[in-house]
Nanobody, 122 residues
Framework: QVQLVESGGGLVQAGGSLRLSCAAS????????MGWFRQAPGKEREFVAA????????YYAESVKGRFTISRDNARGTMSLQMNSLRPEDTALYYC???????????????WGQGTQVTVSS
């Protein structure tokens, strides 16, 4: 199992930037693929981005491609999501997740953080 703690959320104006961080601990971290998901009120949890532990291959939802960048530092046990050109529709609770295989589907991830709120004002 991997323990995950997110940080870095907040309130920002449209067009602004935020950087989310996910601190991971647990023996399985270094061999886990990682992802970011988000959930807005009244909506289902949706995939945002993911990164593999081998080669650091990245995947993005179409809605964030070109604006968000996912990265990880295995030595430090951290994963980040740099979010630029933020839009009001990016407002959601953002979760980091870890699992054995990268996936666009949230049930494929075994470990989850508690979430960090991102609010983008227009």
């Amino acid at each position: 199992q991997v323990q995950l703690v997110e940080s870095g959320g907040g309130l920002v104006q449209a067009g602004g930037s935020l950087r989310l961080s996910c601190a991971a601990s647990g023996r399985a971290y270094s061999t886990s693929d990682m992802g970011w998901f988000r959930q807005a009120p009244g909506k289902e949890r949706e995939f945002v981005a993911a990164i593999t532990w081998i080669a650091g291959r990245t995947y993005y939802a179409e809605s964030v491609k070109g604006r968000f960048t996912i990265s990880r530092d295995n030595a430090r046990g951290t994963m980040s999501l740099q979010m630029n050109s933020l839009r009001p529709e990016d407002t959601a609770l953002y979760y980091c997740a870890a699992g054995p295989l990268v996936s666009y589907s949230s049930p494929k991830y075994q470990s989850w953080g508690q979430g960090t709120q991102v609010t983008v004002s227009s």
